[in-house]
Each structure stands twice: as structure tokens, then as C-alpha cells.
């Protein structure tokens, strides 16, 4: 790896020794705004949008308005007027039953379904008009206005009607208060708690104009193992800052809430949620917030799980817990995420186990303003799981999604790994729960089983880099996570194309490479780190890199071992009725798919099943084959990925290029990385020779085990 | 406090809910070259850069003549030739003896005095030359150039030569392997170390423009608080990296050394310096890296201080160490600076005493590739000390000076103090040592002395900050280090007043304001703060805010009450011969200034004496009153500053204006908050009033007592 590193860094720098210092170095994410290149489009727009009114004078409007003035002189060149001028051609922003610039033009028809939140956008043969129920939707559909001239959509008869189908769509942010975040490798968080409130960085005024261009309006912008000092008065004072900045753009604000905080910051000798001082405290202490935060969105909170505390150190249950800080908001209008991410102190048979076996008992006892929050799968954000068995098992309580955008387990910052394709994944898969049909997007939305509350929630990739995600391509996976919150039928296809063509380019040859490198990339990399089923082989505490090896960590569970179980006769965890029996959390028919080791779909075949190593599997080879046959393939699509990038440098702007050229050329070096640790390491197991016409691993299985990170990114320091 | 927080977060929210995406956010510091707006100035330099050719095809040419064409690019609005064309008025950059292009216009008397990394800029009716006697000399006159365009000056006539009057012009970084940054307070370390060796920031390239633009040629990119690690194969190759981006703009790499590394990375038993196996593995460790990194500058060394290990570990001392390391390198031309930053483990009487202590006795036992390093007072950066005593009381050891640009005792991330002012005050103090004259400047040049080497560092005030200093005017102490670290005797005048044109506007007035701000803070700062030669009065820890009560550090030199001393009877730190006769370390005809507490200056009257609450100082007051006077003023001052700042707001840019009133509504509130906790705290020892006029403290001293900040910025986080 050594030679190979070096070779590249001498590439690089040799192509560096100028620079642009207006280079595009990727701050304004997938708002750019610059002029439309193409003469025509542009010119049927200006026609089109000789001004542009917001009918309406709130904080919000006026942040719609300045929007839509900001991206259109951009975009068109020139100044465009905001003032009203009924005999010429223009736009139109206005609320349902109180603009009198939108009434005449839409009819009951136009807006027959839509919601709260949602928008129409209606061209008629003289005006455009955008119309919503309220605020919010109004200040989307400027948005959505603005995307469609970045996309040179034509806009002359246009008549489209959005609503989102997830009503609270929630960027959950890792970030400690000593500016450090948890398994964030972009930097380190945008929050600048020290200088909190007075200084009011100008990137969280753009962190909201990016989210409310994509439909998030909610934000927990402490990390899940939280700390009571958020509460303290001057924190609170911080936060209230950062409300006040999200509040015009339709952003709520969330705290994360440390259980224990009645003793650690209220001095008592108990946090036990049934105790009446303990529950005096949180009221009173959801009062102080809604007092400096009118519209505080409530509490996510991780209790009794990696050694967080939580009512079940007092002998209760979650619901328990959760209802009490949910009493403690309700009168505000508050609401209570409380995480299913938990496992208890003593080490199970299964892991994949416990959160089902501690919340399906728990369904129909949780108030009304909780929701569960639950992680895509029952391990924790692996390259792949199988859906987590809570989705449809719990029909009386709304359940969360939880997706991770920052990639913990799936390169970190410098992978190209479009994640859109995982969450597709998830959302479209089948519980069977409700009989067929009953995807897991369905049951987060809720409808069918009339919930108050839908949500949905992604762990931001979001830092201090100036690009904000690190690695260019990491800005595709907040865009798309936002995409699909708003809807979760969205395609891939659309996303990413829409994404490379507002935040890159629209040459089609370079739209095509983006677009399937952000659509493959997935597969190259559950490829090249855990193919067929395999999961948590990472390195211990960091999750940085390939160490199938690890089998000293202080849990049996947090062991690379513990998942794998490799050994002379095969690989892989048996989660049958042979085994730990997992699979029984699913419904029948979803059970029936993976059930046989012989028919089990190639992706999860190690998840529910330990198949020796000469078993001819579903794909005709060897296990041991096929394992070699997928690392390789996986790797060797990056290098393909660094081709076809290099093929298009004359349609993207040079800084991103060399940057997104540079990470690529990492994942490369790592994806072989990853691919010839594993595989040496299973092969001593196996004792099989890697199949002709594969590359042997470059170095000795003990050259991969004396590998050490002792700095890798986005682990907690313990101050 | 928290009253006038609310009120100043409220006004600045109010005037931000819109933004400019291409506003400017200070990343391009003083190198803007933003077209001049004077048209005539203009139309002169078009007509005499018809074209800049650079005489030399090397990497560092290559460097001279990119910055030369986007520099003019940018200030002339058009693209230069880089042709030479005889006939036609132009601009040549070559080397004396070298270039047949420069040779016919300078004569032998032009070249006089110009030394190696000097140039001469002369500009004949039909040409300008720019002339060096080595590369490094050239690029510095290519940036020369560009300033004096910047500065709109005339070049019709021109003829100057410029030489740096101090040999190694050197940034200590602080920064930690794992991204912090001690006493850093502009985010996190630009350093991204887990991406190195392959993804190179495009921040590494413009960092290096940068320092080279003002004459900066080494930087020691690791804290001095050091780690073995940096020296593992995979970190010299990640360093090597760097050193490829800094080599062509002539700026040298340096690395700390942590002294037991042998230990630790070696594996070796020992790190004792007259240990063969120990001196083997530094050899074999510097032909390493020398392998790696041909021009490596050299190590930087924090040995037996604050708990680092050290020569003194194993009954040796300084000499022992510094010069063990200094022959690993010396084969390479490489060299040591070792840090006269010491204390031992056993608190002394005074730690002000124990540097000169420790280091006097070594003089002329270092060998000729080591410089001490010494800060510029005998504590530690305290907002004012009087100089230390090392400075010309070690006539045969070339000593460094190490100043302190990130403001660990002046504000931090957030006070406008210009520091010119502090590092003039030093360079220009007299030690008497060899007669009057004989200033802290002479030493440090060390021409009188014969030294070899001479030498300053400036401790960096860099991090991830977008404009790399946090606070826009953080940027003008880095300026103004580089200036000074050239030519210790340019004026804080010509300093600022440069900075202030090329960094913000040539408009008169609000070039005024800046320099009367950057002129006048310094001193204000120390008013609010430790005014009339009190110190180390600040939080404990993170040195954020007012602490004069701390008392319970583990050693007494780390308390507050250790330095001022307060009692019933008065207040200071007896340095005289009834004291820690700390004084005697002086010349006579310094001791003079200061012995008597009648007539010592009163900048340093508690630094060397401790004195009546009601005794009559030599400013006619009280102690007591002038104290509070002092407090008052300070605090006073900075209010003013506020408001002259918002007298200029039609001159500054919206961004940086609205950053610059941030920070100055923080350093307002803390001013206040510092006078009235310091003031509150001696008063329960003076029991005296608050002399009339001046406004009593805010709050009660249990209520500042009571203040935690357990995540201020820039501790060390300990993974």
C-alpha cells in the first residue's frame, strides 16, 4: 500500500502548483445558482419571469423572497423585480384563501390534495403562480421553483402539486459540545457553542437554506449521547440563537436528552422517570426551553444502551421513560424520539435480537407525541442489513427510520458511496407485515394505521469542511436523504440526476459518469469490505478499515468475531432456528426468503446462515469462490470509478475535480486494502488458494494486523 | 452579563436573514488582488506591466510566476503577458549573475548590501528589475512587487532593497495529531493528517502563499507538547507530503521531537542522550526522514517542562540533549531549537526565575547547529511582561524568540488586540547587557555576536477557520509577526497601515479606524485584563476569563493567587531583593528602571512589587484607585471601539463588517465581565469603594465565581 500511496501523492501534487482562489470549492452545495449556460432556456425564462411577488411580509416570506432574488439574478443574470405588475408575465407566491394574486388563477381542482407543508406550482399562458396552505409550503415551492430553472426544466404549462409524505424529516447531528463529532469526518461540527449566542456564523444560515431546499425541517443538533450541560441556562440561551436562525426557513429545533440530567444538572439523587421531583424537573425544565424557544421541537433520546442511562437503571421500561419527558412537552406541543438502538449491559446470544425483544411488548403504551426511532437494520448501520424487524411489528406506535448519511461504516470520508441506493433499499423492501405490499416506507409513513406523528431520520455527514461533507459525493447523500424523506417513491435515477446536473454540470456524458458512479458505488463497496451477508469486520472503536481479526474488545459483542464466525468448516451467522433464531422476528413470508441456506439471497446469505467454505451457493460457486470473486469485483469497480472520472475533467471545474480525483484515488488504495486483509484473513480459516486470475494480497496477513489509527477520525474524545 | 448577551444576539440576527454566498469570508487574508479602483493608479502600472517574465524554470520560479500573473490578473483586471518583449515596457525577474535579461540594468552599486534571500526592486524609465542572489530572494520580490501594487504606489523610480534581518522566520504550530489545536482558537488544525499523504487541501498551497508572501520560511507543523508517532514510517511520509507543497515557496518543515521517542517508537529502554543505542536511533531516525524530505528544516524541543520527558530524566542536561539531537542532524544541515520554556517538577519560589537558572550556566556548550528558544517573557505570554532575562545573559548560544500569536492570554478567538504593539514592545526593550542599546531585537539578530544562526518563532493562530484566524483581525497579528520576523524594526504604523489598505479598503477614514483599533487595543487589553503588571490571573485550564481566586491547582505555580498575591494590606509579586530577587537576573541598568517601587513604571509595578492598597503610586492615585481607573478604561475602550467600527460601515465588505461587530459586541461583554470579576475579587482584600464615577460591577463576585466554561476552546482533549 506504501508504494502505492506514494506514486499518487506525487501525481497530485505535481498537477497542484497553481490554484484559483475563486476556485468552486463546493460551499454552495447544490444552490449555485450560476448563470443558465444555455441562451434559449434562458431566454424563455426571462420572458416567463419579468418579477417575482411573495405575497406575504413574515420572517419566512422574506426569506422566500430573497431566495428566489438571490437564485434568479444568478441564474438569469440580471436583477429581477419582486414588485407585482398584473399586465406583464411574472410569478406569483401566495396562500390559499389569503392572496388575492392566486386566488383567480387556481381552481378547487389545482389544489384538490394538498396538504400542509405541500405546494402547487401552475403556469398559465401569462403567469406562474405558487400556491400552498401555509408558510412553510410556500417557502418549498420557491425552492422547487428555483430547482426547476437550475434543472432548465420548462416551466410554460407546468402544473405540478408536491406534498411530503413524512412529516417530521430530521437531520440528527452526532456533534458533542466540544466541537468534536461522533463518527464525523468532515471536520469537525459547524456549531460554534463558545461564541454561541452572539456570533452567529453565517454557515448556519446557509446550513438552513440548504435543508429547507430539500424539505428538512427538523434538527437535532446534539449528539445522542448527550450531555446534561445543554440544559444549562446559557446553553439553552446558545441554542435559542440557532432557533432563531432555523425558525424562518421552517426548521424546528431538537435537543438531545440526557437521562440522567435531573441529578447531574438539577442536583437530585434520582432520575427515575416514576419519581414526582424527577418529573417536576423536566417540566419545569421544558418550560425554561419553550420559553427562550416558542417552537422547540422537543427530545431524541438514547437510554440504556452503551452504557447511557435510562428508566430501566430504576426498574422501568422505555415507555415509561419516554413518557415522561413526552408529559413534559406535550403542553408545548412537543414531541419525544426515543431510540430502539439499545442493548443491554449483559452480552446476549444475538444481538440482532434485543431492541425487538425489549419494544414489541412496549406497543400501544407510549403517549401520543413519542415516536420510536429505529435504525434501518437491528445491528448498527452496516454496509448491509436486512431491514430491522421492528418495522410492522409494533402497529400501535409511530416508528422513526433512522438512516445514517455520515458513513461510519462505508469509508468514512473519503468513499464515493451514493447512499441513496441503500435507503432505496430499505424503504422498499417488503415486512409482509400487512400482508404484501407492507414496505417498510409504508410503515413509516403511517397512514394506513391513521398515526398522528411520521418521521424519519438521518445522522448528518455534516462538519466544518468547507465543502461541508468532506468529500464532494458526500453532499449527494444529504440531498438524497432529503429527497426521500419528502418522498420516499422517489427514484435513484431521478435523485442523482438531478443532483449531478445542479451541483456539477449538465454535459451528459459527465451526468452519466456521476450518475453511475453514485449508483454502483454501493455495491462496489458492501463488495469490497462485507460481501454476501458479512458485517461488523471494521476496526474496533474508530471503524476505520478492515480488521476481521479483532477478538479482544471488552464486549464479546463488539468483536469482529462475535459476527463472522469464522472458522475451519465455514463463515457466517447462523440466525435460523439452528442458530439464534433471529429470523423468527419476521413475518413468515419474509422469513421464508432466507430461511434455506440454498435459496437465500447472495447478499445475506452470511447474516442468517454459517456455510462452509466448499458449499456451492446460489450462484453456482464455492463459497470460498464467491467470497474471492466479490472483494475483487469490488475493488477493481473502483479503479473503474477513477477512470471514468478522469474521463470527464474537462466538464467539472478544476478544484472539485483533483479533490473528488484525490478521494478517489484513496478508495481505491483502501477497497484493495480492505479487499486483501479480509480475504487473508478468512483464507487462514479456509486454507484455500484465491481463484486463478485474481490478485494475490499485496502484503503478509500480520502486515494488515500491525496496522494501526490511532487518529482516526470521529471518535469521541474523553475529555 | 446574560442581559446584554441576549440583547446584542438579538440585534445581530435581525440584520442577517438574508446573504451574499460570494461574499467574502477573509479566506484570501492580504492577498486579494481585487482590481484597483483608482483608475489612473491603474492606467500607470498597465502602461508599465506590459508583460512580467521571469527568468528561471524551476518549481519555485514556477511559484514566483503564478502568483505574478494571478496577482495581475486580478489587480489590473486583464491577463499580462509572461513574455519577455525588449522593446516594450516591462517587469524582469532574475538572478544576479544568472539572468543576461537583468545584468545590463543594475550596476554593482544597486546590488550592494542585497544578501541571500534579499532582492532589489528597480524600475529604470523603460523597465523594472527584480533582482536576487537566489531563488528565495526573487519570490520575495515577486510578492514585494505585488504589495506595492496593492498598496498603490508609485513604481516610476523605484529602487529598494530589501534583506531579512533574521534568518529563520518560523510558525510553531500546536497542533495535535488528532486534529485539536492547543491554545488554538480558529477551530481545529489544518493539518488533516488521516488524509495525508494522498488528499492535499487546497488550504496547504494558499497557507504557503501565504507565509511566503510575508517572508515566513519554516514552519513546525506539530505541537511542541509532541508525539512520538509523527515520526512512524506512514506519518514521515505524510510530513514528506507537506514539505512538498511548502518546498517551492521556500518554506522549510520542521517537527517536534518528543524526547522519548526512542522509547516509546523505538522500543529502546531508555531515552538517555549519552545512551549509543539512543544517539543510533535519533541518527537512523533523521536519515530517515532526511530520506524522505531532503531540505527537512530540524527539530523543535519542549523537554523536562510541564512533564515532558527530557534529558534532566536521566541526569543530564540541556546541552546533553540538545546537542545529541543536533548531531543527527547536523550530517543533514538540519538544526535543533530547544525551548527555554522550563520548569521543574518541585515549585520554586519563583517560576519566573528558573529558565535563566537552568540555562545560564550552559553557555558555550551548545553545539553550533542549536538555538534556545526563548518567549519573549519569563512566565508565560502573559498580556504584559517585562523581557526575559535570558535575553543577552547567554553571549555565545544564538537565542530564538518565541512570540505568541494565537491569544491565549489576550482574548483568545474573540478580542480585537493587536499584538504589533506587544512584539515591539519587546524587540525594542533594551538588556543593557552590552551597553544601552544592546536591545532584545540585537540579540535575537545576533550580528554583534557572531552567531551563525539566528532566529524567531511565532506560535501560530491558524486552524480551520474559513479565514484561518477565526476573528478577521487574528489575521493582521500573523501579518504582522511576518513583518516584524523580517525587519524588527518596521513600525506598528507602516504594519497595519499596509494590512489595512490590502486587506480591507483604502478608504482613509476607515483605514484610520482599523489602525487606531489595532494600534490602540493592546494596551486597552491590558487594562481590562491584568492592567499595572499583574498576570496569570486568568481561568484555570483553558485560560478563558477572569479567575483571580483560583487556588486549588494541583501546583502552586498554576494558581492565580501563586502571582498577584493580594492580601489585607496590598497586592503584587515582590521580585526585588526583599522577594524572590528575581530582578537580580538583569543587567544593573535595568534593575534600575524597576527596583524601586516609587518609581518603577507602572506597567510592571506588580510584576516587581508588592504594593499598599493606599499607597501613592507614581501616577498620583492610589494603588487601589488606579486600579479600578485602569480596569475602567480598558473596558471603556473597547466600547469605543465598537462604535468607531460602526462608523465605517459603508467601507467594509457585509460580511466581515458583521463579523468584525460580533466579535467586538463578545469583547465588549468580556471586557466588561473581566473588569468587574477582577475588580469584585480585590475588593474583598482592599475593602475600599469603587472610586466614584466609574460604574460598580454587574453582578456579585460568588455570581463570577460561579461561571464554568468546561468546553472553552483550545485544551487539549485527552484521547
Chains 1, 2 share one sequence.
Not at 447544490?30 to 448563470?35: A, E, I, K, Q
Request: some cysteine.
Amino acid at each position: 500500500m506504501d508504494m502505492i500511496l506514494k506514486k499518487h501523492h506525487l501525481i497530485l501534487i505535481a498537477s497542484f502548483t497553481c490554484c484559483q482562489l475563486l476556485a468552486d470549492d463546493g460551499y454552495r452545495l447544490w444552490l449555485r445558482y450560476d448563470r443558465i449556460e444555455n441562451e434559449s432556456i434562458r431566454a424563455d425564462y426571462m420572458e416567463a419571469i419579468r418579477f417575482v411577488y411573495v405575497d406575504g411580509e413574515s420572517p419566512m416570506m422574506a426569506v422566500a423572497r430573497k431566495e428566489l432574488a438571490m437564485g434568479l439574478s444568478g441564474l438569469l443574470g440580471q436583477t429581477i423585480s419582486q414588485k407585482p405588475a398584473d399586465a406583464d408575465r411574472g410569478v406569483y407566491l401566495g396562500i390559499v384563501g389569503k392572496s388575492g394574486y392566486i386566488e383567480p388563477f387556481i381552481s378547487p381542482g389545482n389544489l384538490k390534495g394538498l396538504r400542509s407543508e405541500g405546494f402547487l406550482i401552475k403556469a398559465t399562458s401569462d403567469r406562474t403562480i405558487i400556491a400552498a396552505l401555509d408558510e412553510q409550503g410556500l417557502l418549498y415551492g420557491a425552492f422547487h421553483f428555483l430547482k426547476l430553472l437550475q434543472l432548465n426544466k420548462s416551466i410554460a404549462g407546468i402544473s405540478t402539486l408536491e406534498n411530503p409524505r413524512i412529516q417530521h424529516r430530521i437531520l440528527n447531528h452526532w456533534d458533542n459540545l466540544d466541537g468534536t463529532v461522533e463518527r464525523g469526518y468532515a471536520g469537525f461540527s459547524i456549531w460554534n457553542w463558545h461564541q454561541l449566542p452572539t456570533y452567529i456564523d453565517q454557515r448556519y444560515i446557509d446550513y438552513a437554506r440548504a435543508n429547507a431546499s430539500i424539505g428538512i425541517n427538523g434538527t437535532v443538533v446534539t449528539n445522542v449521547n448527550a450531555n446534561a450541560l445543554i440544559f444549562r441556562a446559557d446553553y439553552v440561551e446558545k441554542a435559542a440563537a440557532l432557533a432563531d436562525v432555523f425558525r424562518p426557513y421552517g426548521i424546528k429545533l431538537y435537543l438531545t436528552a440526557r437521562f440522567s440530567a435531573p441529578m447531574e444538572l438539577g442536583g437530585l439523587s434520582t432520575a427515575d422517570p416514576e419519581d414526582e421531583a424527577v418529573k417536576s424537573w423536566w417540566q419545569q425544565k421544558a418550560a425554561e426551553i419553550y420559553k427562550a424557544i416558542p417552537d422547540f421541537g422537543g427530545f431524541l433520546v438514547k437510554a440504556n444502551s452503551e452504557g447511557q442511562p435510562g428508566p430501566q437503571d430504576y426498574g422501568r421500561d422505555h415507555a415509561s421513560g419516554a413518557n415522561m419527558l413526552a408529559d413534559a412537552v406535550a403542553p408545548f406541543g412537543g414531541i419525544v424520539m426515543w431510540r430502539a438502538f439499545v442493548y443491554s449491559e449483559e452480552t446476549p446470544e444475538d444481538r440482532a435480537l434485543q431492541a425487538y425483544n425489549e419494544f414489541v411488548p412496549l406497543d400501544g403504551s407510549f403517549h401520543p407525541n413519542v415516536m420510536i426511532q429505529v435504525k434501518n437494520g437491528p445491528i448498527d448501520f452496516q454496509p448491509r442489513e436486512p431491514v430491522h424487524p421492528l418495522f410492522g411489528a409494533m402497529p400501535k406506535t409511530p416508528l422513526m427510520l433512522e438512516l445514517q448519511i455520515t458513513k461510519e461504516y462505508l469509508g468514512q470520508g473519503t468513499h464515493v458511496v451514493g447512499l441513496a441506493i441503500m435507503f432505496r433499499e430499505t424503504l422498499d423492501t417488503d415486512t409482509f407485515r400487512d400482508g404484501k405490499g407492507t414496505t417498510v416506507a409504508k410503515v413509516v409513513e403511517g397512514t394506513e394505521k391513521g398515526h398522528q406523528l411520521s418521521g424519519i431520520a438521518g445522522v448528518a455527514n455534516i462538519g466544518t469542511a468547507r465543502n461541508w461533507t468532506g468529500n464532494h459525493f458526500g453532499q449527494a447523500d444529504w440531498y438524497a436523504f432529503g429527497q426521500l424523506a419528502w418522498d420516499p417513491g422517489v427514484s435513484v435515477e431521478t435523485i442523482y440526476t438531478d443532483w449531478a446536473q445542479i451541483t456539477f454540470t449538465h454535459e451528459p456524458k459527465a451526468v452519466q459518469v456521476i450518475v453511475n458512479l453514485l449508483t454502483r458505488s454501493y455495491e462496489a463497496c458492501v463488495n469490497y469490505m462485507t460481501p454476501l451477508g458479512l458485517h461488523h469486520i471494521m476496526g474496533a472503536g474508530h471503524h476505520y478499515g478492515p480488521a476481521p481479526w479483532v477478538d479482544s474488545q471488552s464486549r464479546p459483542d463488539w468483536n469482529s468475531v462475535y459476527y463472522h464466525k469464522a472458522d475451519d468448516r465455514g463463515i457466517g451467522f447462523d440466525r435460523t432456528g439452528t442458530g439464534s433464531n433471529a429470523l423468527l422476528q419476521y413475518s413468515p413470508e419474509f422469513r421464508a426468503q432466507y430461511e434455506d441456506a440454498l435459496s437465500c439471497p447472495p447478499e445475506f446469505l452470511l447474516w442468517f446462515h454459517h456455510v462452509g467454505w466448499e458449499t456451492v451457493i446460489s450462484t453456482g460457486n464455492t463459497l470460498w469462490d464467491e467470497l474471492c470473486i466479490r472483494y475483487h469485483k469490488g475493488a477493481g469497480e473502483v479503479a473503474a470509478f477513477r477512470q471514468q472520472w478522469q474521463g470527464i475533467e474537462s466538464s467539472i471545474d478544476s478544484e472539485r475535480f483533483k479533490e473528488v480525483l484525490m478521494h478517489l484515488s484513496i478508495q481505491e488504495m483502501e477497497a484493495k486494502w480492505w479487499r486483501d486483509a479480509c480475504l487473508s484473513y478468512f483464507q487462514s480459516f479456509s486454507r484455500m488458494e484465491i481463484p486463478n486470475g485474481l490478485e494475490q494480497p499485496e502484503h503478509s496477513l500480520d502486515y494488515y494486523k500491525s496496522l494501526s489509527f490511532p487518529y482516526a477520525p470521529g471518535i469521541r474524545p474523553r475529555w
